[in-house]
């Protein structure tokens, strides 16, 4: 069942669940790592990536699901290309569900598994869907117990501070200035910093850097759709300078915060 004790109702929705359509004709995604699970369905042709050291391909009608953290890439095996639907599930969102359970981990990067496949598309579906938030809850609710089926692995939970790490992940979300350290978040959590690092990853898949990182780059994000230029989001969002940015842009994305920013890379993407 789920529960918010952890996360407001307001959090648990589809609207913080970021949605992608792609194509890709030619070129690739050079390797990247989200912190977010990603929960994608080939709509067509052959979908090609490396990922935990195999090289793995899904045809239509197949899921990917990729652990957070975990470093990926995407190319082409033929002309024709490849198209995709994704959704970037925020692990906290996963936890709301798991209540404090090691997040499930499939080894495997692509599945047929049909409950997996059926639960990851009604996921994404739900993410499309306008005012549906608890439609989107009983979507993540049949997509996580689908997981932790394939998971294989016994959901049993470990001693984590859940209460501070939610307060360190309020706060990081706020996209504190420059300058943040552990030392800092200690005392937010009011605990030792380093035991704070293992339980952020713990419950949320990333370290408690990497996760400010996604955070200012969704923050520049949004101000390149509001028009500012490249240099100007780079810095209102906290990062040194444009290069800075545009180097973590990548490892982050796969591709450049320039080619990203074209409205026709929305869905189309041919490198």
Known sequence: MLSNSDIEDND??????????????????????????????????????????????????????????????????????????????PPAHVQTVIGGAALPFLAEGVSTDSDLVSSALRLIAMCSAENEPFGYQDALQQLVCAMQRCDGGSPTKRTVNREAVMRVREFLDSVPEPGTSLEQLEGIAGYDRWQLSRDFRALLGTSPYRYLQCRRLERARQLLRNGLSMAAAAHEAGFADQSHFGRIFKRTFGITPSAWHRPEQLRTIIL
């Open 12 to 89: 648990l929705h589809r609207s913080k669940v970021e949605l992608i359509e792609v194509e890709l004709r030619g070129g690739a995604f050079s390797p990247h790592r989200h912190d977010t699970y990603t929960i994608a369905v080939t709509t067509a042709g052959i979908q090609s990536f490396n990922y935990r050291g195999d090289r793995w391909r899904s045809l239509p009608g197949q899921a990917i699901i990729l652990h957070p953290d975990e470093v990926h890439d995407g190319y082409c095996c033929d002309e024709t290309g490849f198209s995709y639907r994704a959704a970037y599930l």
